[in-house]
């Protein structure tokens, strides 16, 4: 491992990258958090609770970013919806309802737009 660059990876793993969760099944079924950057695709985790995939997340956005690194790939910026603020990926799809949906369109809704 090019140590130069494992410190770059660990320097722009720190910017302030939105982190996601939700509520997922296991193939057997077992419920399990996922906790994801959208800037990142790629970059997820899971864990029993959301802590401990926001955790698992923590520790392998470095490594995520080294291997893009690596490989000569453009690291995106963090696009933030909520500064420093980590948000349940429920909460964001609710947010995002709330801005697009008439007030007369009940919330859980899908919208669809038509040409």
């Given at each position: 491992?090019?140590?130069?660059?494992?410190q770059q990876a660990e320097k722009l793993g720190n910017r302030p990258y939105q982190?996601?969760?939700?509520?997922?099944?296991?193939t057997d079924g077992e419920p399990v958090y996922v906790a994801l950057i959208p800037e990142l695709p790629g970059c997820?985790?899971?864990?029993?609770?959301?802590?401990?995939?926001?955790?698992m997340l923590n520790e392998v956005k470095a490594e995520f970013i080294y291997f893009m690194l690596e490989d000569r790939l453009a690291i995106p910026e963090p696009q933030l919806l909520n500064t420093g603020k980590r948000i349940n990926l429920g909460d964001y799809l609710d947010n995002v309802v709330e801005r697009v949906?008439?007030?007369?369109v009940p919330r859980g809704v899908f919208l669809t737009h038509e040409a």
């Open positions: 491992m090019n140590q130069q660059m494992w982190m996601m969760t939700f509520l997922d099944k296991t997820h985790t899971h864990g029993d609770t959301i802590d401990e995939a926001l955790e949906a008439q007030p007369q």
